[in-house]
């Protein structure tokens, strides 16, 4: 017989409990990401998981404004008083082996509402804003990354070949292992490739919903940490990992559908764009300037944005232009999950919650303003006579332009706005003088998990 209420409740979280520790876990750990892009957490021994739901855990609001380094970033809202609960689900509790469970956590006061500054719960509401106008969402998230000798040194010092045979299968025992690790904690991963970059690697994602596919990331970036070290390697998450390096892309896909069906396919415009699909698009390409902070904002960020990166440094969108900051991918055979627009400017010093809320965000507020779809750049932007406005991609211009915009506030909340610049501008005293070579080795492990 089903019970209810909060016997059932009490009942439920004891047999997730003996699952764990059947599953060898002794502690269980909650993390949250903050606008820095850094993950942190929290463990229990595995049979205070109730106490991890109900009460959470404590921290200072300072979580909030830390910085990729041992800064941290008051502002006139956030100082040394007051505290908050990182809490979680403990359905959410996902085996990550070493005897540990993980679960993506939430920031909320001590009453149990969501703080100002949860990326997480900023990324629900934006998940929500989508469905209340009848659309259903999905997000795939890629995770480009670095793999790294233990001592942060390049890992191999023979020649690279990308997405050579031979660079992944000397590989071959970590990458089994990482798989075996993903299966595990049930990470649906679609693809592991060794990628252009010397040492690079990637991991691409099934499409979920977006607060699923942003908690997917960090698992994915756990995971792949865990599966390195185990193989005497580390990962680097930084957007440009070493001076003069390929960089690091995080790149995002998403789809929209409405009740006729998806926004990006069947319809009459380029490649099948719906009028809808148009102006998602147009407003995500409306809104690159003020939010290139919260997509690629980071101190080493800017190494990264140049054409010719395959970076989408280029305000611009076009059917698979790897160029451009939307690429689109049109609903072929070849497409297994439909037609998708790809953020490709986002890179992994972003949060992935933020990140993820903007890029919906702006394409809800382009199909709420009925924005018209610009021309497709078909081609190399860098190439064609009329090329699409400059972005801000230096990390000054990028901050001052998240902290001069409207829009940025009304998409993700001033307070929000507020912590990011504060982070953001503690890099530009911090690191703002210092050469790439000493900047890139400076943050190689800022974003690692
Ligand atoms: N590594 C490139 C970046 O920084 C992307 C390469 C690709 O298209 O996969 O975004
Ligand atoms: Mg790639």
């Not at 060794?194 to 691409?204: P, R």
């Not at 997509?295 to 280029?314: D, E, H, I, T």
Request: hydrophobic residues 45%; aromatic residues 4%; contains cysteine.
């Amino acid at each position: 017989m089903p019970v209810g209420g909060a016997e059932g409740e009490r009942s439920s979280v004891g047999d997730r409990i003996d699952e764990l520790v059947a599953d060898q876990v002794v502690l269980v750990v909650g993390s949250i990401t903050d606008p820095a892009g850094v993950t942190r957490g929290k463990y229990v021994p595995v049979r205070r998981l109730r106490d991890f739901q109900r009460s959470g855990m404590g921290v200072s609001p300072s979580w909030s404004v830390f910085c990729v380094d041992t800064g941290i970033a008051f502002t006139p809202a956030i100082g040394v008083a007051g505290d908050l609960r990182i809490r979680i689900d403990p359905a959410e509790a996902r085996l990550i082996g070493d005897g540990i469970a993980w679960a993506p956590g939430s920031l909320g006061d001590q009453q149990g509402a969501p703080a100002a500054l949860c990326t997480r719960s900023l990324l629900a509401r934006a998940e929500a804003a989508a469905a209340e106008r009848g659309l259903t969402v999905r997000v795939g998230g890629e995770l480009e990354c670095t793999m790294l000798a233990a001592d942060g040194s390049p890992a191999s010092t023979e020649p690279w070949s990308p997405y050579g045979i031979r660079t992944s299968l000397d590989r071959s025992a970590f990458l089994v292992d990482l798989a075996t690790t993903a299966e595990r904690a049930g990470l649906a991963v679609e693809q592991i490739h060794t990628e252009y970059g010397h040492d690079q690697l990637e991991v691409s994602l099934a499409p979920d919903t977006p607060v699923a596919t942003a908690d997917a990331v960090i698992l994915a970036r756990i995971v792949l940490g865990r599966a390195a070290a185990r193989h005497g390697l580390r990962i680097s998450f930084s957007p440009v990992p070493f001076e003069g390096a390929a960089g690091n892309g995080a790149h995002l896909h998403l789809s929209l559908a409405d009740a006729e069906g998806p926004l990006f396919s069947g319809g009459r415009g380029p490649h099948g764009i719906r009028p809808d699909g148009g102006s998602a698009i147009a407003g995500v390409i409306d809104t690159l300037p003020d939010l290139i902070g919260v997509y690629a904002g980071s101190a080493v960020s800017p190494l990264r944005l140049k054409p010719g990166n395959w970076a989408g440094a280029s305000a611009c969108w076009g059917l698979e232009n790897r160029e451009a900051a939307v690429r689109f991918i049109a609903a072929t055979p070849g497409s297994p999950h439909g037609a998708n627009a790809e953020l490709k400017l986002v890179d992994p010093s972003a949060n992935p919650y933020l990140a993820t809320a903007a890029f919906l965000s702006s394409a809800l507020r382009g199909i709420d303003r009925e924005l018209d779809l610009p021309d497709e750049i078909p081609v190399d932007p860098s190439t064609v006579a009329a090329t699409p406005p400059p972005l801000p991609t230096a990390q000054v211009e990028a901050v001052d332009a998240l902290e001069n915009s409207a829009v940025a506030a009304d998409l993700l909340g001033p307070e929000m706005v507020e912590a990011l610049v504060a982070v953001r501008r503690h890099e530009i005293r911090t690191f703002g003088d210092l050469s790439p070579a000493e900047i890139t080795q400076a943050l190689r492990l800022a974003w690692s998990c």
